[in-house]
C-alpha cells in the first residue's frame, strides 16, 4: 500500500488552513503556489476535501476554502477518508480456494485474509489516533513559521504593500 501524493498535500492545506483567521479562505491557486504542486490536482483534492466535510467553500470575490473543524477533530484517518476513499485497504483476492485446488472444500479461514484484517485494523487504529492538532504542535516546536505567516498576512493584507 502507498499513500498518494493527494493525502500528504490535504495534510498541508488543512495545517495551512488553520493558521488563518476567522471568516478568512483562501483559493486553491495561492495554496498550490505555495506548497509547489499541481493546481489541478490541488482542486481535486480540495473538492474530496469539501466532500468530506473537513473544509467549507466560499464562492465570490473573496471565496476561497476554510476549515471547517478545528484541527483536534480531524485525525490522519480522516484525511485518508477524504482522499483515498471508504472502501476496504487491503483487499484479498480469495484465492485460498484455487490455491488448494481438489482440497478447496476443506478450506478454513484464510491465513492471507486473516493477516491483512489485521494489519488493517492495526494500520486504522494509528491513523486514528494522530489528530492533525498534534502535528500542528509539533511542527510549532520544531519551527518559528516566521514566513508561512508572514505569507498568511500578506494574503490577508493584500492593500499593505500598495
Known amino acids: 500500500m502507498k499513500l498518494s501524493s493527494g493525502w500528504e498535500q490535504s ?46 467553500s466560499t464562492t465570490g470575490k473573496n471565496g476561497g476554502f476554510s476549515l471547517a473543524k478545528p484541527l483536534n477533530e480531524i485525525t490522519f484517518y480522516d484525511v485518508f477518508l477524504a482522499i483515498e476513499g471508504r472502501g476496504k485497504i487491503f483487499q484479498s483476492q480469495q484465492l485460498l480456494k484455487n490455491f488448494l485446488g481438489s482440497e478447496s472444500d476443506k478450506a478454513k479461514p484464510c491465513a492471507i485474509t486473516n493477516a491483512l484484517d489485521t494489519i488493517e485494523n492495526t494500520l486504522v487504529k494509528t491513523l486514528s489516533a494522530i489528530t492533525l492538532e498534534q502535528v500542528e504542535k509539533e511542527t510549532q516546536a520544531n519551527y518559528e513559521l516566521k514566513d508561512l505567516d508572514r505569507w498568511i498576512w500578506e494574503t490577508n493584507h493584500p492593500d499593505a504593500y500598495d
Open 11 to 56: 495534510v498541508y492545506v488543512l495545517l495551512i488552513l488553520a493558521r488563518f483567521p476567522d471568516n478568512r479562505s483562501m483559493n486553491s491557486i495561492m495554496l498550490a503556489d505555495r506548497l509547489c504542486v499541481s493546481q489541478s490536482y490541488l482542486k481535486k483534492i480540495i473538492k474530496l476535501l469539501v466532500n468530506e466535510g473537513l473544509i467549507t
